[in-house]
């Protein structure tokens, strides 16, 4: 069965930069496209972007544009995402998603998602 | 694409129907809409995309339609593990990864649907 498992909770300082990992099992990993989101405290969900695991290819939301990073490891099959320049309004719980074999963003599989605290 | 969804809270009974809306500010092409439940502490999951179609699982009590800018999701007999938050979401607009101009997806505020 399909399942991401993303790596666990962060505490950071405001400046500092997060990377978060998601692996993915069940599915040929290069087939279907993988998106990242996020939920603030209390709040709805905000889509971040999308990478292609097949070639690299990716497309930030404009509000996270120049501040994260998307990439993915072919030959451990994970995907990761950096966020820089943290601030307080990043905490948030992120999740890592699968969508479908186009760049449709449907959101069929989720992660547990991980929670990134930004505090001084 | 903004999508309302209302009401913000549903408070019913088990065993009763509930109806959900999301409105669009503009027609939602393709009927590419989804409709995702969540329950605290727990990540999104995904229902209904297209705008009918149950994903794998989903048992046949939830139905949903619509088309241009209104969409429904219909819980036709509340079960327990039915309470939770229900989020709409378009697709129409999705990346493009270069090959045009970039688009990006949208989601409802959601609907708690609360046990009366």
């Known amino acids: 069965q399909v399942h991401l498992e993303q790596s666990g909770a962060e505490v950071k300082r405001p400046g500092a930069s997060v990377r978060i990992s998601c692996k993915p099992s069940?599915?040929?990993?290069?087939?279907?496209?993988l998106h990242w989101l996020r939920q603030a405290p209390g709040q709805g969900l905000e889509w971040m972007g999308i990478?292609?695991?097949?070639?690299?290819?990716?497309s930030y939301s404009q509000k996270f544009q120049g501040r994260v990073t998307m990439t993915t490891d072919t030959s451990t099959a994970t995907a990761y995402m950096d966020v820089t320049s943290l601030i307080s309004e990043d905490t948030a719980v992120y999740f890592c998603?699968?969508?479908?074999?186009?760049?449709?963003?449907?959101?069929?599989?989720w992660g547990q998602g991980t929670l990134v605290t930004v505090s001084s | 694409i903004v999508l309302t969804q209302s009401p913000g809270t549903l408070s019913l009974s088990p065993g009763e129907r509930a109806t959900l809306s999301c409105r669009a500010s503009?027609?939602?092409?393709?009927?590419?809409l989804a409709w995702y439940q969540q329950k605290p502490g727990q990540a999104p999951r995904l229902l209904i995309h297209?705008?009918?179609t149950r994903a794998p699982g989903i048992p046949d009590r939830f139905t949903a339609g619509g088309s241009g800018r209104d969409f429904t999701l219909t819980i036709s007999r509340l079960e327990p593990e039915d309470f939770a938050v229900y989020y709409c979401?378009?697709?129409?607009?999705?990346?493009?990864?270069?090959?045009?101009?970039?688009?990006?997806?949208?989601f409802g505020q959601g609907t708690r649907v609360e046990i009366k």
């Open positions: 998603t699968r969508g479908t074999v186009t760049p449709l963003a449907r959101f069929d599989y």
């Open positions: 069940g599915y040929p990993f290069t087939s279907y496209y």
């Open positions: 990478i292609s695991p097949r070639s690299g290819s990716t």
């Open positions: 503009q027609s939602v092409g393709g009927s590419f």
């Open positions: 297209g705008p009918s």
């Open positions: 979401q378009q697709y129409a607009n999705s990346p493009t990864l270069g090959q045009g101009p970039e688009r990006e997806p949208t």
